[in-house]
């Protein structure tokens, strides 16, 4: 069709929603596909992966941090992020392992812990909502801050002699090749699914992610909710700090070190918008498990870390870059 | 979507290219995994061509070298997974962490997987033998033997340790002290403690020097106090007078050496160590030898390792580099 003038009109979309929807669920679709084409190739790779108990080692590889990135997804969908989750954990398990050492039992140990990665949430949490520092520049401080504390406690030294009772958390088994970890990790899946996809809480945090200043003019409570999703983000770490540290059977100041970094890897490759307002926990268990077997796969072929690293490094940017270029192609510019 | 069609079709080359070199790989060879602490650090590098060596005099041995990019015990576990599904027949590992490696070594055990650790050691539940790179005796005497190799005629011989309070070099010292019967013309004139900072060894050299103006050498059995004593001779323009002896770093005490400031030093030789540990993992794993107490097991042409009731080993004494050997490894750590 042709105007008077010769030139055509300009499409205008006649929906905003479905383009979105539309790529939301691609990305799953993709991330599906890969997560299935690098199981293939692990199997054909390898004569090992197909296990069951080595793939049950090989959930060790992303749960613990997959449990930081439910709560890290949410707070980077509302426009924020967190950078101290590993000073976090390092805190954490330092105050178990400090806790430790004057006999206190498995409750204690696990309520300690918890308590230590709410209060580290809440103190970020505080210094963003209520000072209105940028959260970014905030969490890079707290992120040595926290960190720094457990190397001035403990310097060269190491805590251990964990309890047994302590050291199921970690290393138990509920049930054949099932570990606890993986429970811990499926349930809190779908916790943070329901909340992030059927609650008004979840519709908010993506309202708050798309613009802050209409969520707050619509009545959204912008400042509490991000609060709240930083004292998730420290439970969070916290209950990962549990986990690794009873995994470990001590403690080490440099424990977790750089997972920040693999964490908001994993959140992002799960399809989450690093600028915020999009992301799916689908998106983010998905991402969690390419990570882990490509991690595991690329292990059982003794490929050095940071070849794993460039790997991974590669997949993300292309898995990113993706959808972009599909754009471009459609619209013809390619 | 043909584009994803066509990174569908890149991952799986990748991967094949990935699986193609791991089907290389012989079936019925012993595979040895030497895990180091981290991956890029030249002292695990020379040890993994010491293990290669010990691979190729073996013949039937492939070496998987691998470790994790930072020194954490959690990268260490994600190896050790790996390595126990692909079912290694041996794993050597210098620790990051000597507790939190235990229950991952433990499954490998569980599999029949021979774990032994060396370097930096692993706590006895987790392994079935440790092997130190050297022992306090081994060095007590070797530490005495470098300044006296150079003092024909006996002389006086000062110690310039880390802190009061060492642990280590307490007890090296304790150990040279203990064999200075056989060295009559030698005199230690005292002992001083640097704390293991460059400016206060530094000084406390001088103060040495100024105090015993005939001091012969200086034994400094910590590689920041050796090098601070050798550049204290310097700056004092005693090279030649006084010689800078103990436990240093090629790589930090090689101006010493050209300089003349020190003569010799010791430290392990890792190239020695994971030749060593490979040459044990292989008489482990292929039954030739058994990790217990009082056991004897070979270590080819670094003789044979003698457990003790804690099945840990010392391999050798300390490796001497002088301006003989100081450039090889001066590059290597």
């Known amino acids: 069709m042709s105007l008077a003038d010769g030139t055509r009109p300009r499409h205008v979309p006649d929906h905003l929603t479905s383009r979105g929807q539309r790529v939301i669920r691609s990305w799953e679709t993709l991330l599906v596909g890969v997560a299935v084409l690098i199981f293939l190739a692990n199997t054909w790779a390898s004569p090992y992966f197909l296990d069951p108990w080595n793939l049950s080692d090989a959930t060790f590889n992303f749960t613990e941090k997959a449990m930081i990135g439910f709560a890290m997804a949410l707070l980077i969908i509302s426009g924020e992020i967190d950078l101290s989750v590993a000073g976090i954990i390092a805190l954490a398990s330092t105050a178990m392992g400090y806790a430790l050492q004057f006999g206190v039992g498995t409750p204690g140990l696990v309520l300690i812990g918890i308590s230590v990665g709410v209060a580290c949430g809440a103190f970020n949490g505080v210094l963003v909502t209520r000072l209105g520092l940028p959260s970014i520049v905030v969490t ?88 709240i999703l930083f004292l998730l983000t420290g439970l969070m770490s916290g209950i990962a700090a549990v986990c690794l540290t009873a995994r470990l059977g001590s403690t080490r100041p440099s424990i977790a070190y750089a997972w920040e970094l693999e964490i908001v890897t994993m959140v992002v490759l799960g399809g989450v918008s690093i600028l915020g307002g999009a992301g799916s926990i689908l998106g983010v268990v998905l991402a969690a498990l390419v990570m882990g077997m490509v991690t595991f796969g690329l292990g059982l072929l003794n490929v050095p870390g940071i070849v794993m690293s460039i790997f991974i490094g590669g997949l993300l940017i292309g898995v990113i870059a993706l959808p972009r270029l599909i754009t471009l192609i459609r619209k013809g510019q390619i | 979507m043909r584009l994803l069609g066509k990174i569908t079709a890149g991952l799986t080359l990748g991967a094949a290219l990935l699986g193609s070199t791991a089907a290389m790989a012989q079936d019925d060879d012993v595979r040895i995994a030497l895990v180091v602490k981290s991956l890029g650090n030249g002292f695990f590098e020379a040890a993994n061509r010491g293990a290669e060596e010990a691979a190729e005099e073996l013949g039937n041995v492939e070496i998987i070298y691998t470790g994790p990019t930072d020194t954490t015990a959690e990268g260490q576990i994600e190896v050790i997974n790996s390595l126990i599904a692909q079912r290694v027949d041996a794993i050597a590992v210098s620790a990051n962490d000597p507790d939190a490696l235990v229950p991952s070594l433990k499954k490998a055990m569980q599999r029949g997987i021979t774990v032994v650790s060396w370097d930096s050691g692993v706590a006895p539940e987790g392994r079935e033998m440790h092997l130190a790179p050297s022992s306090d005796e081994l060095i007590g005497k070797t530490i005495i033997k470098l300044a006296a190799d150079h003092l024909p005629d006996g002389g006086k011989v000062a110690v310039l340790s880390a802190t009061s309070t060492s642990t280590n070099q307490n007890a090296w010292i304790e150990e040279m002290n203990s064999v200075m019967d056989q060295y009559p013309d030698i005199e230690v004139v005292e002992t001083v403690y640097g704390d293991d900072l460059a400016d206060k060894s530094y000084r406390e050299a001088q103060g040495l020097m100024q105090t015993y103006p005939d001091l012969d050498a200086i034994i400094a059995p910590t590689s920041v106090g050796i090098v601070a004593a050798a550049q204290a001779v310097q700056d004092a323009d005693k090279v030649g007078e006084v010689n800078v002896t103990g436990l240093g770093l090629p790589s930090e005490m090689a101006g010493a050496i050209e300089s003349g400031a020190s003569k010799s030093f010791a430290i392990w030789n890792p190239v020695d160590l994971g030749y060593a540990i490979t040459m044990i993992s292989y008489n482990l794993a292929t039954d030739e030898a058994e990790a217990a107490p009082g056991a004897e097991i070979g270590m080819g042409r670094m003789g044979s390792a003698t457990l003790d009731d804690n099945t840990e080993a010392a391999m050798s004494e300390p490796f001497t580099y002088d301006e003989s050997n100081i450039d090889e490894f001066k590059s290597v750590f």
């Open chain 1, 140 to 227: 890079i401080g707290t992120m040595s801050l926290f960190r720094g504390i457990a190397y001035i406690v403990l310097g060269d030294q190491a805590y251990n002699g964990y309890p047994s009772s302590f050291a199921f958390l970690g290393q138990g088994y509920v049930f054949w090749v099932i570990t606890f970890e993986l429970v811990v990790f499926l349930v809190l899946a779908v916790i943070y699914g329901i909340v992030l996809h059927a609650t008004n809480f979840g519709r908010q945090i993506y309202v708050i992610g798309n613009n802050p200043t209409a969520a707050l003019f619509s009545g959204v409570r912008v400042q509490r909710i991000k609060m």
